[in-house]
């Protein structure tokens, strides 16, 4: 069975401070992909980023940084500098991957999400 | 936008009836995911269906069934709706279906009274 863990119901900083998300994940499966969601006021559920399980390399993309370490389980997420429009609730989600997830389905199981509020 | 469509955005009912939903995935994706969210269960999947065929079933109730058509659109039938099943339902549709980014919809938003 898979499982997502966000410790972090809820965070709050003031404009421009960094902030880091946390995920820590269970899987028995060699191939998977992680992913993070974000879910703003409105509603929807934005696409961030896939990782596969065999790229642990760190992905930034502008404020955005990904730190993805195997050995520990986790899929961590910071935003540099962070704005008012950063404030919505940010998901961890997993996947099988390979023939698991072609044969038996690529569910997302998703974490509890971690709202964050970035006051002005 | 995510080019994955739902109608309709909101739908308000009573107990028992029988609901449906509909989604319309992105152009040449052939994978459709239902997802549920609610305060007490977060994000919960439903079922997936890859070209017309269900590939993964989740916690999806009995009263509950979904169906691909051949264009590839899904819907999804509630029945018997209790107060319970109120929540926000999402499609997602991926290319394939092993692992792939899955793109989701605006979500209906279902209150059942």
């Known amino acids: 069975a898979q499982k997502v863990t966000q410790a972090q119901t809820e965070i709050s900083v003031v404009e421009k401070e960094d902030v880091t998300l946390d995920c820590v994940y269970e899987t028995r499966d060699t191939t998977y992909y992680l992913f993070w969601y974000k879910q703003p006021p409105s509603g929807e559920l934005v696409f961030l980023i896939r990782?596969?399980?065999?790229?642990?390399q760190n992905e930034i993309s502008g404020r955005y940084s990904w730190n993805f370490q195997k050995s520990t389980s986790s899929f961590n997420f910071t935003i540099t500098a962070s704005q008012v429009v950063d404030s919505a609730v940010y998901f961890c989600a997993l996947s099988p991957g390979g023939v698991a997830g072609e044969t038996s389905g690529s569910r997302l199981t998703f974490g509890e999400g971690t709202q964050l509020t970035v006051n002005p | 936008d995510s080019g994955v469509t739902q109608t309709p955005k909101h739908l308000i009912t009573a107990t028992g009836q029988r609901v449906t939903l509909r989604c319309s995935p992105r152009?040449?994706?052939?994978?459709v995911y239902w997802y549920q969210q609610s305060l007490d269960q977060g994000l919960q999947f439903l079922i997936q269906y890859y070209n017309g065929e269900e590939r993964a079933k989740g916690n999806i109730l009995e009263r509950f069934s979904a169906q691909q058509f051949p264009d590839l659109h899904s819907e999804l039938n509630l029945s018997s709706l209790e107060l319970g099943d109120s929540a926000l339902y999402f499609c997602?549709?991926?290319?394939?279906?092993?692992?792939?980014?899955?793109?989701f919809g605006p979500g209906t938003r279902l209150l059942v009274l």
């Open positions: 990782r596969n399980s065999f790229d642990e």
């Open positions: 997602a549709s991926s290319s394939e279906g092993g692992g792939e980014t899955q793109y």
């Open positions: 152009s040449g994706d052939l994978s």
